[in-house]
């Protein structure tokens, strides 16, 4: 019996998106060369609903694209309503309440997979010379790309050659061949270490492609677990169900069975090709292509009608942001409430580009430490910088928690108001990082290392446990009974109706 629901069928999904009016049914002709990525970047930038492509002018006849898939949403009320969704919560859902319940999976027992003989993922199966990956609508998304990207929101399957460890691993891949593609498989993720030991080995990776995978599925593949650590444990422990999955027809491996595409064959060990430039999660394209790994595919299966879904990187917010960032978020979370350090909450804010992480201290607790500001920035850097959720993010920002680390407006004047210019930052240059960040130097990125730092916009006195200030707001500077009379008579004043955060829809 197939697995139902949002979390991991994405069919279901997109039919659930389609019942709340987050997604529209576009039955108009149109062309996978830029107009795909045209209407997905302005469905980002318009908060519209995700756009779901049903009559394509390229590719094979039946074939759909989703866009924006975990776009934020302009449902009033519902802003992550998308993204809740790939975990089968409710669409009001909070970032508070959504980072709560991917910490508390990483804590409860992995469930793993469970394996089913066939999927829907198996409806279509081709082979040989049948395989012919231009038979899809493989967009090009920007001007400036370097060429057609089919994976941009799905993930890799590997496993290690003694088989102790297989792998979901997000990474992108471009089109290069009638069956071939090229992407990046950076050693320091677990794509490019898995890759890499098979390498040495002078042998083939069997590697696997999902795309159109369960959403939770494809949340986690981006999540900075630890190495060794099966996504799929923690997919099951996240849902509450074991994820079906069944076996390639090629080389082994095990996909899920509600998958709308799998790709399957081999990474070379040593064969290379140019690929890119492509619009990247920093929001800026570059001019340059880099040679990258060559896939190799040998068989192809999808489902009828297949969904393929696409994230058109660059300005935030993106999947990049929603999903990646919101991943980090919760494993950085995780890092810092173990190490014992007076942290409440931490968030990637998606406006930041995946390039900082807001940390929530607790001030009454950090007055108990007797810490002072350096010594809890490097406390801080310690424990990120040394992982690979810190690896991927360059600045960390510390603020008291009265601020709401989710709404960057309030991020944004805490930075202004609380960090001192001469004391505030706290520069770690031998700390690693990802190469691709755009301020870094041609020599740290050769090095990997550098970019890092702690920003605090933690008041003196927070130290202490204290604010001297009270925040002049309208739920600080008023009355209860007269923010409940104004808020009641909102309507009655001649204000268009807001949401329960004061924002118009």
């Known amino acids: 019996m197939t697995q139902r629901g949002s979390a991991l069928n994405f069919r279901d999904f997109v039919t659930e998106l389609l019942a709340t009016g987050d997604a529209v049914d576009i039955r108009v002709p149109v062309s996978p060369t830029l107009e795909v990525g045209a209407v997905t970047r302005r469905v980002y930038d318009t908060r519209s609903p995700a756009p779901l492509f049903g009559d394509l002018t390229e590719g094979a006849p039946g074939f759909r694209i989703l866009g924006a898939p975990a776009g934020l949403s302009g449902v009033p009320g519902e802003p992550y309503g998308r993204l809740a969704a790939h975990f089968g919560l409710p669409r009001d859902t909070t970032p508070r309440d959504l980072l709560e319940k991917l910490v508390s999976a990483m804590k409860a027992r992995p469930v793993p997979p469970r394996i089913v003989p066939t999927g829907p993922c198996k409806e279509n199966v081709l ?30 399957v590997v496993r290690t050659p003694d088989g102790r460890w297989t792998s979901w691993s997000v990474s992108r891949t471009m089109l290069h061949g009638r069956d071939t593609l090229v992407g990046p498989a950076m050693p320091q993720q677990h794509l490019g270490m898995i890759h890499r030991m098979w390498a040495d080995r002078g042998e083939r990776t069997p ?54 595409i799998v790709l399957e064959g081999y990474i070379s060990p040593d064969e290379t090709a140019p690929e890119g430039p492509m619009g990247e999660y920093h929001g800026y394209a570059f001019a340059e292509s880099k040679p990258q790994p060559v896939f190799h595919v040998e068989a192809v299966t999808h489902r009828d009608r297949a969904v393929l879904p696409v994230c058109v990187a660059g300005l935030p917010p993106e999947e990049n942001h929603t999903i990646w960032g919101t991943m980090i978020s919760a494993t950085g979370l995780d890092l810092l409430r173990s190490s014992g350090l007076p942290v409440s909450f931490a968030w990637c804010s998606y406006e930041a580009a995946t ?15 007797r810490m002072t500001e350096r010594e809890l920035a490097d406390a801080v850097a310690e424990v990120l910088f040394g992982s690979h959720t ?14 709401d680390i ?45 970019g890092k730092c702690v920003v605090s916009c933690l008041l003196p006195e927070q130290f202490d446990g204290v604010t001297r200030g009270v925040t002049a707001s309208f739920d600080n500077s008023f009355p209860g009974d007269v923010r409940r009379h104004v808020t009641a008579h909102w309507a009655d004043y001649g204000f268009p109706a807001a949401d329960r ?5």
């Not at 505030?424 to 031998?430: A, F, L, S, T």
């Not at 955060?501 to 829809?505: A, N, S």
């Open 501 to 505: 955060r004061g924002h118009r829809p």
């Open 390 to 403: 810190g690896w991927l993010v360059p600045k960390v920002l510390l603020v008291a928690d009265d601020i």
């Open 207 to 260: 590697w696997a492609m999902v795309l159109g995978a369960p959403p939770a599925a494809l949340a986690a593949a981006g999540m900075p677990l630890p190495a060794e650590v099966d996504e799929s444990g923690y997919v099951g422990a996240l849902t509450g169900s074991p994820v079906d999955v069944v076996r390639t027809e090629t080389n082994g491996l095990y996909v899920p069975a509600n998958s709308e």
């Open 127 to 156: 082979t040989g010379d049948d395989v012919d990956l231009t038979r899809f609508p493989v967009p090009l998304l920007h001007e400036q790309d370097g060429g057609r990207y089919f994976g941009t929101y799905g993930f890799h």
């Open 355 to 369: 390039c900082w992480m807001v940390v929530a201290v607790d001030i009454r607790r950090l007055a108990r430490t």
């Open 406 to 450: 989710t709404d960057i407006d309030q991020v944004v004047w805490a930075m202004a108001t609380r960090s001192h210019p001469a004391t505030g930052h706290h520069v770690y240059p031998d700390a690693p990082g990802i190469p691709m960040v755009p301020y870094l130097t041609e020599e740290e990125v050769r090095a990997g290392r550098g």
